[in-house]
């Protein structure tokens, strides 16, 4: 209360109702260490209605991480570790940011894939080092969402024993009562998905900590226990009202409350003694469990020494050494998703924890690797994942599995359906988590599935959004740069965007520094060009073609491929330069929307329309993707 | 599997499986007139499994809409009318595009809503002017989809009885069994929606036809038919398997699948006459609907005239005369989404079928119409429109309404979230869709939330989407021109971008034809400018600003407001080059990011990175929206 007023901006309703419910989990459940907030066995809170961020701050206060009073109280300012939502980049002990309805769950469910696919790869008999629980508070909204509720159905289906939603099923959303809109029966639901569910008084701490023992034992599948509480409680005019979710009491009412929660309404941002103390106590209790799970890890090197030894790499977030040797060089025009394919079977090979994922496009993205199994319940270490048609369950899984940490994921989908994992895509920016997802099906270049699954403004609007890197290899050669570039990346996501279609070899044969990871470089040269034709993907050949009939003209060109925007930004100024240089004039050719290629570009070969159903040489042609119109088209700026 | 295989590319499966679920519904129970597609009171079909297509454009031919065999023939080729997936705008009788999975199912929740709507409303005792339902054919894709899940809950909570959806539950996906990811008991899910569920054998056509006809029965709550059916049901080889999904069968398989059909082989394209006899029938009965109709509104035009004749109107998709008049003209500061209310409500007197919806942020979008009720089972006819935290469910329930007529219904929330509806946003556009949607809290204005909340990236992502218009207003005045644009296009979606804080007034005072109509315009002008400020929504009044502080230098600017470079970019060149004259230096100014602006400015004041928490004046600060840096960066283009 005193926080959210004190900034007078917040959200005090979720965390005074939901108190309660997480005072039990925290106090007689987690398994943390506030002084270690990365030891890897710890169990797993997301608090997936971020926006009750005063609560996780109090918690992880009240527990020991390091979040000071003066933190809290200057709750959603300028550099503060406590912004409005919860961000893991920002505050220890924060797993993941929240805020966006229904993320904090759907991530939930790759966390718990994650733990299960390293305990029973991992775990052996008298050794149990990987074991733990993800725990989870969401809101009504967060069970409306769309992406929760894909994540739901894949949890059910997974069996994932080890994850536990605690409902806060306050009956209030930001317009009014749930009965506005939300009338489903939660449970029911829940149970026909497969889950284990549970009905509570989540103002009952008893009640609350029972329905978790029950869940805990549950183990076949994932449980979730719907705590019937009261928004806002304690708060004597606003408790059970929409008035409380998101805005400060106002301070008569922030003494009001004080009062009738039986505290001094003249002290704020007072924490009594006694409580201190009982909270401390995780502190200790941290410590313990860390070095317990020391001791067990080196009981178990001592056992199984090559297996901790992996566990050890996977869980630092490191790759197997040598992994690059993995990488192939390519001869042979393909498409560069088959050639996708061929890199993943190699690195499979050497990375160990290489988990493929899909959203029921395997067969087209060319994700599954070759003679492993599916993950599924009852082969959980199976090393393919069958997300379903669920983009956006799948997007945020693996944010939650990248985020775990021990396994590195990808998925798959065709580009145009990055448009349904956006959220998450987005959010794995902002969290500076490398998830790593495959994007097939390019451009036009998909041909008579028509426009509703052919790209246009899909590339460049993954490219607007901060931190994330866009890849759009040429041939196979720069596919396995990019692939590279993903695995190498610690706090950037990454999307490799594959063609569909057959694309000639242009550049160097593969190797580790190949210039295609510098983001951008030049392919093709003549001495004193006039013209830089700049492309991407499947263009590049386009423009390589185009280089040459001009040359036959006596124009010379240079032709730059362009796989990564975002890298070839971070090189020096100086490289940047002398790979486009400013006074020449440049063309860029890429199958989708101009905008934004003004950046670099005088004129623009591109698609500003929607596509069409047809033959993908048929659309390329009607489109201008000729050697006739690149060539038309920088003879113009010249 | 003729027209699949000529093209040798498409879906053949789902045709074959679902041929008597399809011929029980068309040659039973729908009600449609082939010669008259747009008959007001058809019955609505929506094939949501849109990669079906030849399923629809087998029943469009067969029952003599203007689909020639010539068409049929010319499956997924430049030009026909029958690409891979459906498209409205091409294709009479096809009611919207899909292919997107999940996109049809929640469209149709749209229509149905409509239709009630406009049923409950209108018609009176004796005259039942609408009347009709709306059904859906949906796979287990369009199943396991987020936006599917939103909106069947939402028309389970709604209760509405005219929506019946047959689910091919043919058990098979792209990758395989449906038990590779999608296990959940479907039925017990849309049961605790508060859905009718059935299951029948899908091969059947009379326990398909009892089916329905219990569903129609079912009036209080909208019903989904699982049919369990045989994908791909009469090929010897690939009936079952997921190989008769995504690929042509190949030419002999198509010749023993037609043997065994009992058909000719040696025939291609092939109707007997039995068939097409039997289905001609559905022109002379479409005939007979639409002239019985046609005698009901005359009677009720006679009985109840200004019923008759508002409602005629909104059928035709037109807006009642003299409604430009509500747009109201500003003098004070405010926020845009304050204004945006104020116009709703003026506007909402006038236009009796305007509905404004919200995704559980009506108070803070500002949506709601004053004195009307909110639509739910038991007022059928209140105006507001509570959706719930299901933001693709709303963007693609406003679509099914748009595109069902007679209502003209908007969505809200916040811009941030419009990358969880994009995919319905997209599918708006590709429609030809007018759709609205109003996005506040439109940058880092919204403060305190913090970057998962803030838009960067979404404004100019938006506008990259072909046909559709973005338009961002500065102030009152340009609210009420960009409301007039919006609710005058026909055939392009838009979105409003408005703003959490207040702005000043700066336009001209509204009248039909204010300059914001042409999308941009000259604000502030100086003789002899030597440099262009444009500027959008919030950042114009910086704009504004700076060209004063420059002035006092002596430095001659001039500032263009432009709300909507979708508009802008329709008019004369001309125009355009006038506004913004290509030879001077330009400076754009938009609290996004700036890919996308070098298109007009030479130097870009914008934001390439993440947001922050913290109050808005604290960010426009230090991310540098200040008069001092924009004076800076225009002096440092002179």
Redesign the interface.
Known sequence: MDAVQK?N??HPGLPMGAAPMAHALWTRFLRHAPNQPNWPNRDRFILSA??GSMLLYSLLHLTGYDLSMDEIKNF?????KT???P?NFLTPGVEM?????GQGIATSVGMALAERYLREKYNRPGHNVIDHFTYVIAS???L???????AA??A??QGLGRLIVLYDDNQI???GSTE???????C??F????WHTDRVDGMDIEAVSGAIARAKETTDRPSLIACRTIIGFGSPNKAGSESSHGAALGPEEVRLSKQALGMNPDKEFAVPDDVRAFYSVARSNGEEAVAAWDAAMAAYATEFPAEASELRTALAKALPEGWLSALPSFEKADATRNQSAQIIQSLSEKIPNLLSG?A?????VKTPIKNES?M?KTTPTGRNI?????E??MAAAVNGMTLHGGVRAFGGTFL??S??C??SL??S??MECPSIQLFSHDSIGL???????QP??QT??L?????FNVMRPADGNETSACWRLALDSRETPCALLLSRQNLPILSPAYAPGHPAERGGYVLRDAGDFQAVLIATGSEVALAVEAHEALQKEGIATRVVSLPSWHIFERQTKAYREETIPPTIPAVSIEAG?T??W??YADVCVGL???G????AE??FE?FGFTVANVVATVKSVL
């Open positions: 900034a901006s917040g971020g926006h959603r300012q300028w550099g503060s912004p409005g939502h961000e940011a929240t805020g966006p309805l009504d909204g967060d409306m969402e769309g992406v929760a509720q894909e159905s894949l059910g289906h959303t930001i317009d506005l809109a939300f009338t489903e029966d939660s029911a639901k149970d026909a998905l497969g899909c029921d496009l395997g067969h087209s599916s599924q069958n997300f379903g048609v669920r956006h369950a145009i359906f448009d349904y956006r959220p987005r959010l920016a902002l041909g008579e599935d028509g426009p509703t699954h246009i403004e460049m609007s490219r607007m959004i901060p931190n929307t905008m934004g003004h950046k500003d329309r929607f069409a159903s047809a033959p048929t659309l009607e």
